[in-house]
């Protein structure tokens, strides 16, 4: 089955302490992205990966770092957790830069305390 | 650069009532523009999409949207609520080519349907 899959689906932690959100895709996408959603602001993206090797800021990036070693795989690091990086976060994978329809992971709760 | 306006955070319907959520956009050239649909505890599925042609699209679920470039407008309408069309919903904006290759997304519509 076609899918994104994203681990932990929910993580509590402390502020300052690392953590690592998985993401992987089974579809061979080019294409990979991280978005936080919050209530009231919709989804706003944290970094993109336009192909292994090759990441880029989104809108808000400011907290996150990520890497693109494996085309499948696009891990989001927050190497010091603080209680404003609170929110739910969706990967998201797409085919070609030119298609746009993107294929979204189940999201992962991530509450820092 | 683009930018979508949803008009309403909430909008209620009654079952079998006419469906109408509502999305603007902003772009300086031809815009890709997408309408998903988030579930509860869920994430987002792709309802229907616009990259050009026809400016009626059909989705899934019955759901359809217009492109009206005169008014900036992709409302997303569907002509009979169901209770299982309970969610909230997400106008989101694109263009090809372009630097980000990202989609701008709408703040959201929770979309409530009362039997």
């Known amino acids: 089955e076609a899918q994104v899959t994203q681990n932990p689906r929910y993580l509590i932690t402390v502020t300052g302490k690392k953590l690592t959100v998985t993401c992987s895709q089974n579809?061979?996408?080019?294409?990979m992205s991280w978005y936080r959603q919050d209530p009231g602001l919709g989804l706003r993206q944290i970094y993109y990966s336009m192909n292994v090797e090759v990441t880029d800021k989104g809108d808000v990036p400011e907290g996150y770092k990520v890497s693109r070693k494996e085309k499948r795989n696009f891990p989001l690091i927050l190497e010091s957790p603080s209680p404003n990086q609170t929110s739910l976060y969706f990967c998201?994978?797409?085919?070609?830069?030119?298609?746009?329809?993107?294929?979204f992971g189940p999201g992962t709760r991530l509450t820092v305390t | 650069a683009q930018s979508v306006t949803q008009l309403g955070s909430h909008v209620s319907v009654s079952e079998g009532a006419l469906v109408l959520l509502r999305c603007n956009y902003s772009s300086s050239v031809p815009p890709y523009l997408f309408w998903y649909v988030q579930y509860p505890n869920q994430g987002l599925q792709l309802l229907l999409k616009?990259?050009?042609?026809?400016?009626l699209v059909k989705g899934i679920n019955g759901f359809e949207a217009e492109f009206k470039k005169s008014e900036t407008s992709f409302h997303l309408t569907k002509p009979s609520a169901h209770m299982s069309d309970a969610a909230e919903y997400f106008c989101?904006?694109?263009?090809?080519?372009?630097?980000?290759?990202?989609?701008?997304f709408g703040k959201g519509t929770k979309l409530s349907v009362k039997p």
């Open positions: 989101a904006v694109t263009i090809y080519g372009g630097s980000q290759g990202n989609l701008i």
């Open positions: 998201a994978s797409s085919s070609t830069f030119s298609s746009y329809e993107q294929y």
């Open positions: 616009y990259t050009t042609g026809a400016t």
């Open positions: 579809m061979n996408h080019e294409y």
